[in-house]
């Protein structure tokens, strides 16, 4: 798919993301892990090849954008961060890190297409895989090479896909029966969806 032009402050959503990290991420291994996303092309990488934010930077804009969606799930759903049994540290986490799969995953190529009769050469993302892993279970197993997770994260986190999984494409009950034993997996999965479906239509 084309690379579109779109406007993304790359330098200060990494800003924020680093800043969310460092203040609301406490657990052993976080300094590590926030040098690895540094290193990697996180903060740069798309967020998909067609679907959503598929431009520099997506991937971390997107991040930030689940986050805040999850903040406003979790308050409607228990009336304030106070009261709900989720800490601001699991919030945080499992909304930024959960698609921590994309990582060196989008590469760049040129390719040729018609353009009002046309050929003309333009830039698209493409998939190349360097770790072959399921989306979500991949995204866990990432983050747990750096940071001790509950299993309700670690389920958040595998499940955040929900019925797009290809696990359930296959007939697999498994995140289905996920979102029946944790709620903070649904509440990311819809965190997850309105900001691709509704916030980042608008971007």
């Not at 406003?72 to 921590?100: Q, W």
């Not at 279970?137 to 499940?159: D, G, P, T």
Request: proline letters at 2%.
């Amino acid at each position: 798919m084309e690379v579109k032009n779109k406007t993304i402050d790359i330098e200060k959503n990494k800003e924020e993301f680093c800043n969310l990290v460092k203040t609301q991420i406490t657990r052993d291994g976080v300094d590590e892990l926030l040098a690895y996303l540094c290193k990697s092309d996180f903060f740069v990488a798309p967020s998909s090849t067609k679907f959503h934010l598929s431009c520099d930077g997506g991937l971390c804009q997107h991040s930030l954008n689940v986050y805040h969606r999850l903040i406003r799930e979790i308050e409607c759903e228990f009336g304030s961060l106070k009261n709900s049994p989720y800490s601001l540290e699991t919030i945080t986490i499992v909304s930024l890190m959960h698609d921590l799969c994309k990582i060196d995953f989008y590469k760049k190529d040129l390719a040729n297409r018609k353009i009002d009769g046309q050929w003309v050469q333009i830039t698209i993302y493409k998939i190349d895989e360097a770790l072959p892993i399921e989306h979500g279970f991949k995204s866990q197993y990432i983050l747990r090479s750096y940071i001790n997770l509950s299993r309700e994260e670690s389920v958040a986190i595998m499940s955040h896909m929900g019925g797009f999984d290809t696990t359930v494409k296959g007939g697999s009950y498994t995140i289905s029966n996920a979102f029946g034993k944790f709620p903070l997996a649904v509440l990311l999965h819809v965190a997850d969806l309105k900001a691709s479906s509704i916030d980042e239509s608008k971007e």
